[in-house]
DNA sequence: ATTCATGTTGTGAT
DNA sequence: TATCACAACATGAA
């Protein structure tokens, strides 16, 4: 459920309530619900993994993390976090987060940080990007700050798209590399919006839980990186590690590491 | 049956 | 004060 492009879609599923009043508002959220009762729903919106609810001078906040789930039009056999009901249906929130946030949702969040928005902002990103010292591309490519929206999974997938391994510090890549990977986070979130629809995500993984690597026909490799150390798939021939010269003592070692493997070196087939 | 993962926040220790 | 590590949340696919 929980990256950026699912809840694009779950927006788009909502539309159908917006304008509507609230008739009942129940569940187990630790929230004032009553609130909601007999309110007009003005709008259903989404700013990367959020989903918002918004009501005249305040706005509901769902996020899924791992495991949230919701229903329209239906329910689970399982306490609703969050159900709100309207004369044309129900709209149902389980194992989420949920939050009542006051004020203006334009206040609180910045639509040129997410990248399904047609506000995204490329130029912002780049300019947070070259203000990092240290940071690897996986853990950039997650840092909402920046990339709201982008999971793990847009996350393997864009580093395999173009060919950068995983713990490349940003500031180490060329200047149009650097550019191509904020291009693709966008590009990238919406194939994965679009094979969602089609309930072809899966089929479409290139480097995420696959064994090999579609392009160089080896063994990938499957580990946890990053500040989170979360689940990182790549391919250890043609996703480059690019270093900030501080650590190029370290990629030394590394490359020698490597170079015993002595891992063939294919070209470039796939055009993605 | 067991493990683990599309994620974030809050808490308490350092 | 700031940073860090880890617990907590809790479902369902493999």
């Not at 249906?89 to 639509?111: A, H, R």
């Not at 060919?163 to 291009?183: D, G, N, Q, Y």
Request: overall charge positive.
């Amino acid at each position: 459920m929980p990256e950026g492009p699912s809840i694009v879609i779950l927006r788009e599923l909502t539309e159908q309530f917006e304008g509507k009043k609230v008739l009942n508002a129940l569940g187990n959220a630790k929230i004032d619900i009553n609130r909601m009762q007999g309110l007009k729903l003005i709008s259903c919106r989404s700013w990367g993994k959020h989903f918002l609810l918004v009501f005249n001078g305040f706005f509901v906040r769902v996020h899924f993390l791992m495991f949230g789930t919701y229903r329209i039009n239906e329910r689970k056999d399982a306490p609703p976090r969050l159900a709100l009901e309207f004369s044309n249906g129900e709209l149902n929130f389980y194992t989420c987060s949920v939050k009542l946030i006051d004020g203006n949702v334009n206040d609180v969040y910045d639509w040129e940080k997410d990248v399904m928005a047609d506000e995204w902002n490329p130029k912002k990103a780049e300019t947070e990007l070259m203000k990092t010292k240290t940071t690897k591309v996986c853990d950039a490519l997650l840092n909402q700050e920046i990339f709201a929206g982008v999971g793990n999974i847009i996350k393997n997938e864009v580093l395999w798209r173009i060919c950068v391994h995983p713990e490349s510090h940003v500031t180490a890549l060329p200047a149009k590399k650097l550019k191509e990977m904020i291009r693709d986070a966008r590009d990238y979130s919406f194939l994965f919006y679009a094979w969602k629809k089609e309930y072809v995500l899966k089929k479409n993984w290139k480097i995420y839980k696959k064994g090999e690597c579609p392009r160089c026909e080896i063994k990938t490799i499957r580990t946890w990186l990053g500040i989170n150390e979360r689940l990182t798939c790549y391919c250890p021939n043609c996703q480059l590690l690019y270093l900030n010269p501080e650590s190029k003592v370290k990629s030394a070692v590394k490359k020698k590491a490597k170079a015993v493997k002595k891992v063939k070196r294919t070209t470039k087939t796939a055009s993605l």
